[in-house]
C-alpha cells in the first residue's frame, strides 16, 4: 500500500448532504439515496486523488474497473456511511472478483486495522523482488499487517504475478550501476503522479526494491 493523501471533503458534496438532511430530516443512505451521476462525480474525485491506482494493491484503476469502498463497514459504523473521510476507490479484484482488496474484504472489521490515509501505513509492508509483500514493523503492528495481507488478499497469485512484472519493467532490474544519489531521484519519481497526474502502478513496491540497493 501507499499512503494516500486525503483532502477535504467537495463543497459540493457537503452541500449536497446538508441539503438532503435539511428536506428530509435525516442522513443521507449513500447506496439508497445518492444519485448515480452524484455517485460517478464523487469516484471521480477520489480516484484523481489517488492517482488512480487502487487504495490497496496499486493497480491501474478508473470508473469502469473499481468500487467506491467503506474501509470502516457501513453496516458497523452506519454513522461513516457518507463521511468523505471513510470513502477510497478499490479495484475490482480478479477472478470472481473477490480474489483481492475491496471485494474480498467485504465487511470484515478489525479495530486494529489502519486505514491507507493513516500516517506509517506504507512501513507496514515490504515488497520483495519477486513481487511478495512481506507484514513489516514490529510486534503488534506487525501481527495487523500480516492480518490485512490475508483479509485484503494482497498476497494473491494475481497480484504477485503482476508486481512482479513492474518491478522486473523498472530501473530496479537494468543492469546498470545506480549511484545512491540516483536511486534517490529514482524513488522520488516513482513517490510522484508522474503519469499525467497518475502514480506508477504498483509504485511502492518498486519504490521498496530500489531502496534495498541503497
Not at 458534496?13 to 428530509?24: G, L, N, R, T, V
Not at 486494529?112 to 520483495?128: C, D, K, L, N
Not at 510486534?139 to 490475508?150: A, C, D, G, H, P
Not at 519493467?169 to 522520488?188: K, P, V
Request: glycine share 6%; charged share 30%.
Amino acid at each position: 500500500m501507499r499512503k494516500i493523501d486525503k483532502g477535504k471533503p467537495p463543497e459540493w458534496f457537503e452541500a449536497w448532504k446538508q441539503a438532503f438532511e435539511d428536506q428530509h430530516g435525516r442522513s443521507a443512505d449513500y447506496k439508497s439515496d445518492f444519485p448515480q451521476s452524484e455517485k460517478r462525480r464523487l469516484r471521480e474525485q477520489i480516484l484523481k486523488e489517488q492517482g488512480y491506482i487502487c487504495c490497496y494493491c496499486m493497480c491501474r484503476i478508473k470508473i469502469g474497473s473499481s468500487h467506491l469502498e467503506h474501509f470502516w463497514p457501513k453496516d458497523k459504523f452506519p454513522d461513516l456511511d457518507m463521511d468523505y473521510a471513510n470513502m477510497l476507490a478499490s479495484c475490482e479484484g480478479d477472478t470472481d472478483g473477490a480474489d483481492h482488496c475491496g471485494h474480498r474484504k467485504n465487511n470484515w472489521y478489525d479495530s486494529r486495522m489502519v486505514i491507507p490515509t493513516q500516517a506509517g501505513i506504507e512501513s507496514m509492508f515490504h515488497y520483495t523482488p519477486d513481487g511478495n509483500i512481506r507484514p513489516a514493523g514490529e510486534n503488534t503492528l506487525r501481527e495487523v499487517s500480516k492480518k490485512m495481507i490475508y483479509e485484503f488478499g494482497l498476497d494473491s497469485f494475481h497480484l504477485v504475478r503482476n508486481r512482479r512484472l513492474a518491478i522486473e519493467a523498472s530501473e530496479a532490474f537494468e543492469e546498470i550501476e545506480y549511484t545512491d544519489e540516483e536511486l534517490r531521484d529514482l524513488i522520488g519519481w516513482y513517490d510522484s503522479m508522474v503519469d499525467n497526474g497518475k502514480y506508477i502502478e504498483y509504485c511502492n513496491a518498486i519504490i521498496d526494491v530500489l531502496r534495498d540497493y541503497i
